[in-house]
Each structure stands twice: as structure tokens, then as C-alpha cells.
């Protein structure tokens, strides 16, 4: 089964600095999806950022980007000049289409960013 | 706004009771899936439909049944309701092969 790991429970930033969080998983497949989602203390699951296993080119969103690393099957996830509405907890998923599109998510990064 | 629909968006009830939880998918989504989140912790995948037929299942309690009706919204039915049952429950939903979800705001259960 695939799993995914985020070691970092929480972290801190202060105000327009730079930050990454981190994630691993676990699979034997070779074409997958990574997701990094933004749960705010509205408890809405936003979506942050995409990467398709199959792309070489890490994604990019804004002030947000990630950091792919297949081999070491790794994905975190950096945000640049960070606002204090970035506060939120962060979640790393893997989807795999032949395992029914289905997420599966760590355990969360509660990020706190400082004024 | 994700276009997913869920009611109710607060739920109390004591234990013991029964609840039904409702989704309505993005328009022109045939996947819908559930989620329970429990306090401060990740995601953790219930059960998933497609065009009305199960197709995948996690750690879904027994006590706990879902459907997808033909118009596909869902609901998600929790009975003999324990304390550890409150939760925070999403549904999402996908188009069959877009390689992503969306999630709805979440309806929260508080078992008392």
C-alpha cells in the first residue's frame, strides 16, 4: 500500500521569508500524481499545487514550488516570501489512477507564519 | 468555491443515534469519495463511487455505509454513533481520470 510521510509536525516562518516543507512516499508504481493541499483554520482543503510523476520540470504556482525528486521519491514543497495567510496546515498526497484516483494523504505540516 | 455541495455543515447528536451526511458532486463528476478527518490528523479515505458502483474501500467502520444515487450525489450514512466518531467528514469529487479532487467544506459530526 502506499503510504506517505510528512516528518515535519510543525513549523514556523517569519513574514516574506522562504520555508519548505517535506514529504516522502512510498510506491512500486511508476506513473502517479503528488498534491500539495492548504487547510486553513476554515477547514477548507485547497488545492496548492500539482506535479504529474512523468514530468522532469518541477511544478510552479506563484510563490509556491516543489521540488520532485523521483528517485528518492520525494516531494516537498518551498514557499517563497511567505504572508501571514499562509498559516495553515499543509498536506502532501499521492494519487494513483489504477488504484481508483484515490488520495492518499500524510499526516500534515502545521505551518505558523510570524508577523 | 470547489462546486462541491455538502450538507449539513454542523451536525450534534448523542451516541448511539444515526446521521446521514449529503453530497452533491461538481457538475459532470462521476466519482465522488469520502474522507473522515478526526481531530489535528490527515485525511483518511473512506470509501469511494463511481457512476453509482462502489469502487474502492478504506477503513470504513461497518457502522458506516455510503451510496451514489443515479443523479450521483451521495450520502453517507453513520450508525450506533460512538464519541470517537466526531469528526470532520469531506466528500470529493473527480472527473473519472483528471488525476485530481475536489473537496467540499466538509460537514462536522460532534457525538456527545
Known amino acids: 500500500a502506499q503510504t506517505v510521510t510528512q516528518s515535519q509536525p510543525e513549523m514556523s516562518v517569519q513574514e516574506a521569508e522562504t520555508v519548505t516543507l517535506s514529504c516522502t512516499y512510498d510506491t512500486s508504481e511508476n506513473n502517479y500524481y503528488l498534491f500539495w493541499y492548504k487547510q486553513p483554520p476554515s477547514r477548507q482543503m485547497i488545492l496548492v499545487i500539482r506535479?504529474?510523476?512523468?514530468?522532469?520540470q518541477n511544478a510552479t504556482e506563484n510563490r509556491f514550488s516543489v521540488n520532485f525528486q523521483k528517485a528518492a521519491k520525494s516531494f516537498s514543497l518551498k514557499i517563497s516570501d511567505s504572508q501571514l495567510g499562509d498559516t495553515a496546515m499543509y498536506f502532501c498526497?499521492?494519487?494513483?489512477?489504477?488504484?481508483?484516483?484515490?488520495?492518499?494523504f500524510g499526516g500534515g505540516t502545521r505551518l505558523m507564519v510570524k508577523p | 468555491d470547489s462546486g462541491v455541495t455538502q450538507t449539513p455543515k454542523h451536525l450534534i447528536t448523542a451516541t448511539g443515534q444515526r446521521v446521514t451526511l449529503r453530497c452533491s458532486p461538481r457538475s459532470g463528476d462521476l466519482s465522488v469519495y469520502w474522507y473522515q478527518q478526526s481531530l489535528d490528523q490527515g485525511l483518511q479515505f473512506l470509501i469511494q463511487y463511481y457512476n453509482g458502483e462502489e469502487r474502492a474501500k478504506g477503513n470504513i467502520l461497518e457502522r458506516f455505509s455510503a451510496q451514489q444515487f443515479p443523479d450521483l450525489h451521495s450520502e453517507l450514512n453513520l450508525s450506533s454513533l460512538e464519541l470517537g466518531d466526531s469528526a470532520l467528514y469531506f466528500c470529493?469529487?473527480?472527473?473519472?481520470?483528471?488525476?485530481?479532487?475536489?473537496f467540499g467544506e466538509g460537514s462536522r459530526l460532534t457525538v456527545l
Open positions: 506535479q504529474e510523476a512523468y514530468k522532469q
Open positions: 498526497a499521492y494519487l494513483n489512477n489504477n488504484a481508483g484516483n484515490m488520495l492518499t
Open positions: 470529493a469529487s473527480s472527473v473519472r481520470w483528471s488525476g485530481e479532487l475536489f
